[in-house]
């Protein structure tokens, strides 16, 4: 899968900044560290690692089908498999939950092409990939 995450929305440095930085802690943490946090409120999945919001997946529930609009992670955690781990777990909540996926973000459905065994949670209507 291309690393390439063009499409994606765009957490600046001063959004970072904004949270208890303590980057210490996130450089010996490995990617199986990060925790998702489903922010209902304003429909943003948000990656946790350490205790900084490292990433996040803008979604919107229609019915049974969770819309994936975006998804961005910020530069420095990129090479860590932040990426990845992040749709993995979300992808897996949506699973569990017996919902559907409409991948609108390009990286979203960059990742479902790229791992078939998504591939079920297509919504038949609105599931892109």
């Given at each position: 899968m291309a690393k390439n995450l063009a499409g994606a929305f765009a957490l600046t440095v001063k959004e970072q900044h904004h949270i208890d930085l303590d980057q210490s802690s996130s450089e010996c943490a490995s990617a199986e560290d990060l925790i998702i946090i489903d922010n209902r409120r304003i429909g943003l999945y948000e990656g946790?690692?350490?205790?900084m919001i490292v990433g996040g997946v803008?979604?919107?529930?229609?019915?049974?089908?969770?819309m994936i609009l975006g998804t961005s992670v910020f530069p420095n955690f990129r090479d860590m498999e932040i990426p990845p781990k992040l749709l993995n777990r979300i992808l897996?909540?949506?699973?569990?939950?017996?919902?559907?996926?409409?991948?609108?973000?390009p990286y979203a459905a960059e990742f479902i092409t790229a791992h078939p065994e998504y591939a079920d949670l297509l919504d038949p209507l609105l599931g892109r990939a």
């Open positions: 946790v690692f350490g205790r803008v979604y919107k529930k229609t019915g049974n089908c969770i897996e909540e949506i699973r569990a939950q017996g919902r559907t996926v409409a991948a609108i973000c």
